[in-house]
């Protein structure tokens, strides 16, 4: 097993902007590197009953207030760990899968004007038309959605995933076999970060005898 260390609220902070910049690099270096041309996916007949509605990328981009949000307000050190690993698990499996089987959405036209005119903007930007098959923005919202549960936060851990699920269709940045793609891949990373990593654990003090 792995020796890592364990996220306590001390140094959650550095660890959340250490884990931010591995998935940038994990990510947009995925997305620009292929072992084969990238897979146009289509719409299956749900995708097509879908519409498209610009607004809803604020949910969309609300991802990146809930995952710190879920690892900051995680039950206890372990959780917090086990949680914080799991979205690393979860980014490092999605990449080996865009490196390896790279997948692309035709993107849509980006709204004139106004705020969300400029969010989708910087959207485009900064994300790349790849690495949509599993949706990496499901799987973290879910593994979030199981911290905060375990938080007994049962209506948002619920509820705010299934919005950004919902969001990533409402934008076209995704296709339902994203979603389920996905929703496997926050299981499969929870399910193995405690089978591969142990914490670095705090050792007791030891009193002097007769202290």
């Given at each position: 097993m792995i020796t890592a260390p364990v996220i306590r609220r001390q140094n959650q902070a550095l660890?959340?902007?250490l884990g931010y910049a591995a998935f940038c690099v994990l990510y947009l270096g995925s997305g620009a590197f292929h072992l084969?041309?990238?897979v146009i996916l289509g719409a299956s007949a749900v995708d097509r009953l879908i519409p498209f509605i610009d607004w809803t990328i604020w949910i969309y981009a609300s991802q990146f207030t809930l995952l710190?949000?879920?690892?900051?307000?995680a039950r206890d050190d372990a959780d917090r760990s086990q949680g914080f690993y799991a979205m690393l698990a979860a980014t490092a499996l999605a990449a080996a899968v865009f490196v390896s089987w790279p997948t692309q959405l035709e993107r849509q036209g980006v709204p004139?004007?106004?705020a969300t005119g400029l969010a989708w903007t910087v959207l485009y930007l900064a994300d790349t038309p790849n690495n949509c098959f599993p949706s990496l923005h499901?799987?973290?919202a879910a593994i979030a959605g199981r911290l905060l549960w375990r938080r007994e936060r049962r209506v948002v851990a619920v509820a705010w995933p299934v919005m950004i699920a919902a969001a990533t269709l409402t934008t076209k940045q995704h296709v339902a076999w994203d979603i389920a793609g996905g929703l496997v891949l926050a299981a499969v990373?929870?399910?193995?970060?405690?089978k591969l990593l142990r914490h670095e654990r705090a050792q007791p003090i030891r009193h002097?005898?007769?202290a």
């Open positions: 660890a959340l902007g084969r041309p990238p710190p949000l879920a690892v900051v307000q004139a004007g106004g499901v799987a973290l990373a929870w399910t193995l970060v405690p002097a005898a007769g």
